[in-house]
Nanobody
Framework: QVQIVESGGGLVQPGGSLRLSCVVS????????MRWYRQAPGKEREMVAE????????TYDGSVKGRFTNSKDNAKNSVFLQMTSLKPEGRAVYFC?????????WGQGTQVTVSS
């Protein structure tokens, strides 16, 4: 059974930083690429970052490029999203997604609130 568990969310002031973690079990992790999505209240889920299965390729949405850093540790079955210079519009539930081809799995999400 595949399990994906995100953690590290919380309340942070504008301009602050958070590091999200995502631990995956139940699949061959080094074969899967990973994405981070977020869903703000009343909005559709959007992709913010993506990393290849071996971690050698990363892409970011323009809204977070230069502020968020995506990394993957295949030895720990984990991906991380380092978020800096957070903005109020970054308030959302952040989800981890593991995929290979058409096969994909979601985590339950972790809440990030950016507010003073």
């Amino acid at each position: 059974q595949v399990q994906i568990v995100e953690s590290g969310g919380g309340l942070v002031q504008p301009g602050g930083s958070l590091r999200l973690s995502c631990v995956v079990s139940g699949l061959i992790f080094n074969k899967y690429a990973m994405r981070w999505y977020r869903q703000a209240p009343g909005k559709e889920r959007e992709m913010v970052a993506e990393i290849t299965s071996v971690g050698d390729g990363k892409t970011y949405d323009g809204s977070v490029k230069g502020r968020f850093t995506n990394s993957k540790d295949n030895a720990k079955n984990s991906v991380f999203l380092q978020m800096t210079s957070l903005k109020p519009e970054g308030r959302a539930v952040y989800f981890c997604y593991a995929y290979i081809g058409l096969d994909g799995y979601w985590g339950q999400g972790t809440q990030v609130t950016v507010s003073s």
